[in-house]
Nanobody, 127 residues
């Protein structure tokens, strides 16, 4: 089993920055692929970024160049640095984990592919 606990959400003005954290515990093999998803009211959950156990990353086109996903393996913590946030990025942000490696981690972006989820942290961007 894997447990995920997010933190770092909050309110920020458009153009501002936030850093989200996700503390992970449990079987390391089941969380070789870590990702951040977000879900805005009335919209489907979408993957924002993912990172595999080798540190290879992938991003949604809408956030590329503004968001950075990283992990500190010693602390079992996943991060999402979000810069230049815009109003449309108000959403609940979720940390997710799966056992994919390599190209599977980068390529499989559907929420149903990830068996482990945190409770989410709210990000509100005001104009």
């Amino acid at each position: 089993q894997v447990q995920l606990v997010e933190s770092g959400g909050g309110s920020v003005q458009a153009g501002g920055s936030l850093r989200l954290s996700c503390e992970a515990s449990g079987d390391t093999g089941s969380r070789s692929c870590m990702a951040w998803f977000r879900q805005a009211p009335g919209k489907e959950r979408e993957r924002v970024a993912a990172i595999d156990s080798d540190g290879q990353t992938t991003y949604a086109i809408s956030v590329k160049g503004r968001f950075t996903i990283s992990q500190d393996n010693a602390k079992n913590t996943l991060y999402l640095q979000m810069n230049s946030l815009n109003f449309g990025e108000t959403a609940m942000y979720y940390c997710a984990a799966a056992s994919f490696k390599g190209w599977l981690c980068r390529g499989l972006a559907g929420e149903t592919q990830y068996p482990y989820w945190g409770q989410g942290t709210q990000v509100t961007v005001s104009s």
